[in-house]
T-cell receptor, first 112, second 119 residues
Framework: SQQGEEDPQALSIQEGENATMNCSYK?????LQWYRQNSGRGLVHLIL?????REKHSGRLRVTLDTSKKSSSLLITASRAADTASYFC????????????FGAGTRLFVKA | GAVVSQHPSRVICKSGTSVKIECRSL??????MFWYRQFPKQSLMLMAT?????????EQGVEKDKFLINHASLTLSTLTVTSAHPEDSSFYIC???????????????FGNGTRLTVT
């Protein structure tokens, strides 16, 4: 089952612009993760933010988490054509063997 | 570190045959692996949780007799699609938590996926 909803579903921006993707979820979580997927490939982990954290940075990536609103955002600053990919949020909770459930994803296209 | 290898990357098979997909953790031990299925331009749907030395836990709606999972060692899980039909055509991806990941606060490491086409 899926629990995350992401918006936008698709995003097209120019190189150098910032890209913001949002994720909402339904149940309580232990952490929220963001992954990137290039077409036809596996997923690559970007950032994990724990439920007691509010913001986290990694290079050009900034992730926020608002557990009261059950939402998270991923900001990619100064985007590059190579950032073109699908981005998924995923949540892990206390039940079901700590399985990870993925959101619907945002397809990002960065134009050079 | 934390490399997951999945084979084959692509497979085409005839309807009614079975296909085995392997998922290996190359440089760490994975007591738990996860199998996902992904349709074009859609998200990952968790199929089952593979536990080393015990039976897999399947998600609701996933036929355990059709999608056989075996996790015989700490570094290998296999998914066998039995009596495949065209509707089983999809992208299958395995994943495992990284080394020392006794808890849920560790990210997943993914294989590169297997594109299955059933003709």
């Amino acid at each position: 089952s899926q629990q995350g909803e992401e918006d936008p579903q698709a995003l097209s921006i120019q190189e150098g612009e910032n890209a913001t993707m949002n994720c909402s979820y339904k149940t309580s979580i232990n952490n929220l993760q963001w992954y990137r997927q290039n077409s036809g490939r596996g997923l690559v982990h970007l950032i994990l933010i724990r439920s007691n954290e509010r913001e986290k940075h990694s290079g050009r990536l900034r992730v926020t988490l608002d557990t009261s609103k059950k939402s998270s955002s991923l900001l990619i600053t100064a985007s590059r054509a190579a950032d073109t990919a699908s981005y998924f949020c995923a949540t892990s909770g206390n039940t079901g063997g700590f399985k990870t459930i993925f959101g619907a994803g945002t397809r990002l296209f960065v134009k050079a | 570190g934390a490399v997951v290898s999945q084979h084959p990357s692509r497979v085409i098979c005839k309807s009614g045959t079975s296909v085995k997909i392997e998922c290996r953790s190359l440089d760490f031990q994975a007591t738990t692996m996860f199998w996902y299925r992904q349709f074009p331009k859609q998200s990952l749907m968790l199929m089952a949780t593979s536990n080393e030395g015990s039976k897999a836990t399947y998600e609701q709606g996933v036929e355990k007799d059709k999608f056989l999972i075996n996790h015989a060692s700490l570094t290998l899980s296999t998914l066998t699609v039995t009596s495949a039909h065209p509707e089983d055509s999809s992208f299958y991806i395995c994943s495992a938590r990284g080394p020392g990941a006794g808890s849920y606060n560790s990210p997943l490491h993914f294989g590169n996926g297997t594109r299955l086409t059933v003709t």
